[in-house]
């Protein structure tokens, strides 16, 4: 999501989608990081018809085309497919490290081993939960 979308979603949250509640844009640009760029992202939202500006400084709204627009951005969350490549390639590399600690551990017994392996371990058991859930 680009920086546009991020501040539309972010007043679209802060109205609850009513095109009728003021937004201090520069306070959320502030709060947000993206100050330094507000005239832009401002103009861009505007030229858009996403938001309409207010008689008073920096206190903007959200239009019925902007609360359609964040509606959108929300509903297209990240490709499922993506997710869980990524989620597996976590896993192996898991998988991976947890086998390489348990033949340091065979070739030099400890207590800290056998904590770090337990540690891992349930690491592993947890991304398994999250790629399952994502099949």
Do not use: C, Q
């Not at 680009?2 to 501040?7: E, F, T």
């Not at 192996?92 to 392996?117: H, Q, R, T, W, Y």
Request: hydrophobic share 40%.
């Amino acid at each position: 999501m680009d920086a546009y979308h991020k501040v539309l979603v972010k007043i679209y949250e802060i109205t609850g989608g009513k095109d009728n509640v003021d937004v201090d844009f520069a306070d959320l640009l502030k709060k947000e990081g993206f100050f330094p760029s507000i005239e832009d992202i401002k103009s861009y939202l505007s030229s858009e018809s996403w938001i309409a500006e207010t008689s008073r400084v920096n206190i903007v709204r959200i239009t019925h085309w902007g609360v359609a627009e964040a509606k959108r951005s929300l509903s297209s969350g990240p490709d499922p497919k993506t997710v869980i490549e990524k989620d597996t390639r976590s896993l192996v590399n898991a998988a991976k490290d947890l086998a390489l600690m348990a033949e340091e551990l065979s070739g030099a017994p400890s207590k800290d081993k056998i904590k770090a392996i337990e540690s891992k371990h349930t690491a592993v058991g947890e991304m398994i939960g999250k790629v399952k859930a994502n099949l």
